[in-house]
């Protein structure tokens, strides 16, 4: 079993920036992605960012491509999402996620192949 701890939301005026940490209480050989979502109220959770876990391969929504950044600290266990220049719609509650699928590269941006999830931390961009 994978618990993640998310940290680093909070309230931040548009164009401002925050990062957000995932900890892992343990980055197996048995989690091979892990991924950023977000998710609204009255909506479907959304897709932000995923990193491999033991690779460098990445992948980004374009709807936050050149202002979000995922990266990793296997040391650490913990996954990092940079959100730069943020806008009022980046508005949401952000969760990380951890998933064993070996075949990432393919179901990256879909809830169903991540197994383990965060609580979820919330993010508000004001005017």
């Known amino acids: 079993q994978v618990q993640l701890a998310e940290t680093g939301g909070g309230l931040v005026q548009a164009g401002g920036s925050l990062r957000l940490s995932c900890a892992a209480s343990?980055?197996?050989?048995?989690?091979?992605?892990m991924g950023w979502f977000r998710q609204t109220p009255g909506m479907e959770r959304e897709f932000v960012s995923a990193?491999?876990?033991?690779?460098?391969?990445?992948n980004t929504a374009d709807s936050v491509k050149g202002r979000f950044t995922i990266s990793r600290d296997n040391a650490k266990n913990t996954v990092y999402l940079q959100m730069n220049s943020l806008k009022p719609e980046d508005t949401a509650v952000y969760y990380c996620?951890?998933?064993?699928?070996?075949?990432?590269?393919?179901?990256?941006?879909?809830?169903?192949?991540?197994?383990?999830w965060g609580q979820g931390t919330p993010v508000t961009v004001s005017l």
């Open positions: 996620a951890a998933g064993k699928s070996k075949s990432y590269i393919l179901n990256y941006y879909q809830p169903g192949a991540y197994e383990y």
């Open positions: 343990d980055l197996t050989f048995s989690i091979n992605v």
């Open positions: 990193i491999a876990v033991r690779s460098s391969y990445t």
